[in-house]
Protein backbone atom coordinates (compact mmCIF):
# COMPACT_ATOMS: atom_id res chain seq x y z
CA UNK A 1 0.00 0.00 0.00
CA UNK A 2 1.44 3.32 -1.01
CA UNK A 3 2.15 5.83 1.68
CA UNK A 4 0.49 8.83 2.28
CA UNK A 5 2.51 12.13 1.85
CA UNK A 6 1.19 15.27 4.08
CA UNK A 7 2.50 18.32 4.69
CA UNK A 8 2.22 19.71 8.51
CA UNK A 9 2.60 23.54 8.94
CA UNK A 10 3.01 25.30 12.30
CA UNK A 11 3.05 28.86 12.74
CA UNK A 12 3.50 31.74 15.85
CA UNK A 13 -0.37 30.95 16.69
CA UNK A 14 -0.60 29.56 20.38
CA UNK A 15 -1.54 25.93 20.42
CA UNK A 16 1.71 24.35 19.63
CA UNK A 17 0.41 21.18 21.45
CA UNK A 18 -1.77 21.00 18.50
CA UNK A 19 0.77 20.46 16.33
CA UNK A 20 2.72 17.71 18.02
CA UNK A 21 -0.29 16.00 19.14
CA UNK A 22 -1.10 15.90 14.94
CA UNK A 23 2.32 14.61 13.99
CA UNK A 24 2.95 11.96 16.49
CA UNK A 25 -0.67 10.44 15.23
CA UNK A 26 -0.05 10.84 11.51
CA UNK A 27 3.45 9.30 11.93
CA UNK A 28 1.96 6.15 13.80
CA UNK A 29 -0.82 6.23 11.06
CA UNK A 30 2.37 5.29 9.07
CA UNK A 31 2.26 8.73 7.05
CA UNK A 32 4.97 10.57 5.59
CA UNK A 33 4.60 13.81 7.41
CA UNK A 34 6.41 17.23 5.86
CA UNK A 35 7.21 19.60 8.36
CA UNK A 36 7.14 23.31 7.87
CA UNK A 37 7.74 25.30 10.72
CA UNK A 38 7.71 29.27 11.02
CA UNK A 39 10.30 30.87 12.99
CA UNK A 40 7.63 31.87 15.21
CA UNK A 41 6.50 28.31 15.48
CA UNK A 42 9.83 27.52 16.96
CA UNK A 43 9.80 30.37 19.50
CA UNK A 44 5.99 29.29 20.66
CA UNK A 45 7.23 25.83 20.91
CA UNK A 46 10.02 26.42 23.40
CA UNK A 47 7.58 28.86 25.39
CA UNK A 48 4.37 26.48 25.40
CA UNK A 49 5.86 22.84 25.32
CA UNK A 50 9.49 23.41 26.56
CA UNK A 51 10.55 22.25 23.24
CA UNK A 52 13.80 23.50 21.89
CA UNK A 53 14.68 22.69 18.19
CA UNK A 54 17.87 22.61 17.05
CA UNK A 55 18.75 24.52 13.88
CA UNK A 56 19.37 22.04 11.42
CA UNK A 57 16.58 20.65 9.44
CA UNK A 58 17.23 16.69 10.01
CA UNK A 59 18.33 17.49 13.27
CA UNK A 60 14.79 18.94 13.82
CA UNK A 61 13.00 15.73 12.81
CA UNK A 62 14.59 13.77 14.71
CA UNK A 63 14.50 15.87 18.07
CA UNK A 64 10.71 15.95 17.34
CA UNK A 65 10.22 12.16 16.58
CA UNK A 66 11.33 11.47 19.59
CA UNK A 67 9.91 13.95 21.88
CA UNK A 68 6.31 12.65 20.61
CA UNK A 69 6.97 9.35 21.16
CA UNK A 70 7.58 8.16 17.53
CA UNK A 71 10.94 7.39 17.27
CA UNK A 72 10.11 4.21 15.08
CA UNK A 73 9.24 6.40 12.73
CA UNK A 74 11.48 9.14 12.29
CA UNK A 75 12.67 8.01 8.70
CA UNK A 76 9.31 9.26 7.84
CA UNK A 77 9.27 12.68 9.01
CA UNK A 78 10.52 15.44 6.81
CA UNK A 79 11.51 19.03 8.15
CA UNK A 80 11.79 21.80 5.91
CA UNK A 81 13.59 25.57 6.03
CA UNK A 82 11.57 28.75 5.82
CA UNK A 83 12.95 29.53 2.74
CA UNK A 84 13.47 26.10 0.93
CA UNK A 85 12.42 26.38 -2.16
CA UNK A 86 13.91 23.38 -3.49
CA UNK A 87 12.13 21.67 -1.08
CA UNK A 88 9.29 18.68 -2.49
CA UNK A 89 6.19 20.56 -0.78
CA UNK A 90 7.03 23.92 -2.87
CA UNK A 91 5.82 22.45 -6.30
CA UNK A 92 2.41 20.89 -6.91
CA UNK A 93 4.20 17.80 -9.29
CA UNK A 94 5.42 16.67 -6.25
CA UNK A 95 2.11 14.82 -5.33
CA UNK A 96 1.76 16.26 -2.10
CA UNK A 97 -1.37 14.73 -0.76
CA UNK A 98 -3.10 17.58 1.52
CA UNK A 99 -2.02 20.07 3.89
CA UNK A 100 -2.75 21.09 7.69
CA UNK A 101 -1.85 23.93 9.22
CA UNK A 102 -2.05 23.84 13.06
CA UNK A 103 -2.25 26.47 15.03
CA UNK A 104 -2.29 28.57 12.29
CA UNK A 105 -1.89 32.43 13.01
CA UNK A 106 -4.26 35.34 11.57
CA UNK A 107 -0.88 36.74 9.76
CA UNK A 108 -0.17 33.33 7.80
CA UNK A 109 -3.92 32.80 7.13
CA UNK A 110 -4.31 36.24 5.77
CA UNK A 111 -0.69 35.72 3.34
CA UNK A 112 -2.66 32.39 2.51
CA UNK A 113 -6.30 34.17 1.70
CA UNK A 114 -4.20 37.29 -0.47
CA UNK A 115 -2.17 34.69 -2.53
CA UNK A 116 1.17 35.14 -0.81
CA UNK A 117 3.96 33.43 -0.86
CA UNK A 118 7.12 35.16 1.31
CA UNK A 119 7.35 31.56 3.38
CA UNK A 120 7.55 27.84 2.29
CA UNK A 121 4.45 27.46 4.77
CA UNK A 122 2.61 30.02 2.74
CA UNK A 123 4.01 28.79 -0.54
CA UNK A 124 2.87 24.90 0.52
CA UNK A 125 -0.66 26.03 1.10
CA UNK A 126 -0.64 28.44 -1.77
CA UNK A 127 0.30 24.78 -3.89
CA UNK A 128 -2.98 23.05 -2.24
CA UNK A 129 -5.22 25.77 -3.61
CA UNK A 130 -3.63 25.88 -6.91
CA UNK A 131 -3.65 21.93 -7.32
CA UNK A 132 -7.30 21.98 -5.68
CA UNK A 133 -6.29 19.82 -3.06
CA UNK A 134 -7.36 19.62 0.52
CA UNK A 135 -6.09 22.59 2.91
CA UNK A 136 -6.90 22.32 6.31
CA UNK A 137 -6.46 25.20 8.11
CA UNK A 138 -6.46 25.77 12.27
CA UNK A 139 -6.60 29.21 13.47
CA UNK A 140 -6.03 30.20 16.95
CA UNK A 141 -7.23 33.87 17.96
CA UNK A 142 -9.41 35.28 19.98
CA UNK A 143 -11.56 37.86 19.43
CA UNK A 144 -11.41 37.71 15.89
CA UNK A 145 -11.70 41.03 13.63
CA UNK A 146 -13.73 41.73 10.69
CA UNK A 147 -10.68 41.30 8.75
CA UNK A 148 -9.86 37.75 10.18
CA UNK A 149 -13.36 36.62 9.57
CA UNK A 150 -13.47 38.41 5.56
CA UNK A 151 -10.01 36.37 5.31
CA UNK A 152 -11.74 32.70 6.72
CA UNK A 153 -14.65 33.97 4.90
CA UNK A 154 -12.90 34.06 1.38
CA UNK A 155 -10.54 30.51 1.90
CA UNK A 156 -13.74 28.78 2.92
CA UNK A 157 -15.29 29.50 -1.09
CA UNK A 158 -12.56 28.46 -2.36
CA UNK A 159 -12.88 24.87 -0.24
CA UNK A 160 -10.61 25.41 2.35
CA UNK A 161 -11.76 23.75 5.67
CA UNK A 162 -11.56 26.07 8.50
CA UNK A 163 -11.68 24.46 11.97
CA UNK A 164 -10.63 26.83 14.68
CA UNK A 165 -9.03 25.20 17.84
CA UNK A 166 -12.65 25.10 19.94
CA UNK A 167 -12.62 22.27 22.01
CA UNK A 168 -15.97 20.45 22.71
CA UNK A 169 -16.51 19.39 26.40
CA UNK A 170 -19.40 17.13 25.72
CA UNK A 171 -16.45 14.23 26.40
CA UNK A 172 -15.73 15.34 29.80
CA UNK A 173 -11.83 15.89 29.02
CA UNK A 174 -10.10 15.51 32.41
CA UNK A 175 -7.00 16.86 31.37
CA UNK A 176 -5.55 18.85 28.55
CA UNK A 177 -4.25 16.31 26.96
CA UNK A 178 -7.87 15.26 25.92
CA UNK A 179 -8.74 18.71 25.14
CA UNK A 180 -5.82 18.89 22.48
CA UNK A 181 -7.14 15.14 21.74
CA UNK A 182 -10.49 16.19 20.68
CA UNK A 183 -9.56 18.76 18.18
CA UNK A 184 -6.76 17.22 16.70
CA UNK A 185 -8.87 13.81 16.05
CA UNK A 186 -11.35 16.23 14.63
CA UNK A 187 -8.32 17.48 11.89
CA UNK A 188 -7.39 13.45 11.15
CA UNK A 189 -11.35 13.18 10.01
CA UNK A 190 -11.15 15.57 7.63
CA UNK A 191 -8.02 13.99 6.16
CA UNK A 192 -9.52 10.86 6.55
CA UNK A 193 -6.84 9.43 8.20
CA UNK A 194 -8.09 6.43 10.48
CA UNK A 195 -7.68 7.51 13.88
CA UNK A 196 -8.91 6.28 17.68
CA UNK A 197 -8.10 9.59 19.56
CA UNK A 198 -11.09 10.70 21.02
CA UNK A 199 -15.13 10.03 21.69
CA UNK A 200 -17.08 10.33 19.04
CA UNK A 201 -20.92 11.74 19.66
CA UNK A 202 -23.52 9.42 20.63
CA UNK A 203 -21.04 6.72 21.27
CA UNK A 204 -21.28 4.64 24.12
CA UNK A 205 -19.13 4.60 26.94
CA UNK A 206 -17.99 1.29 26.50
CA UNK A 207 -17.37 1.96 22.92
CA UNK A 208 -15.25 4.72 24.11
CA UNK A 209 -12.92 5.45 21.11
CA UNK A 210 -9.06 5.99 22.79
CA UNK A 211 -5.52 5.36 21.82
CA UNK A 212 -2.73 5.46 24.04
Request: aromatic content about 4%.
Amino acid sequence: MTQRNIIVGMTGASGAAYGLRLIEKLLHANVIVHLVLSDAARIVLKQECDVCLPDGQEETAQYLAAHVHADAYAHQLHSYGTHDWFSPVASGSSGMELMVIAPCSMGTLASIAQGLSNQLLERAADVMLKEHKPLILMPRETPLSAIHLEHMLKLARLGVHIMPAMPAFYHRPKTLDDVVDFMVARVLDHAKVEQQTSQRWGMPDGNLIKQN
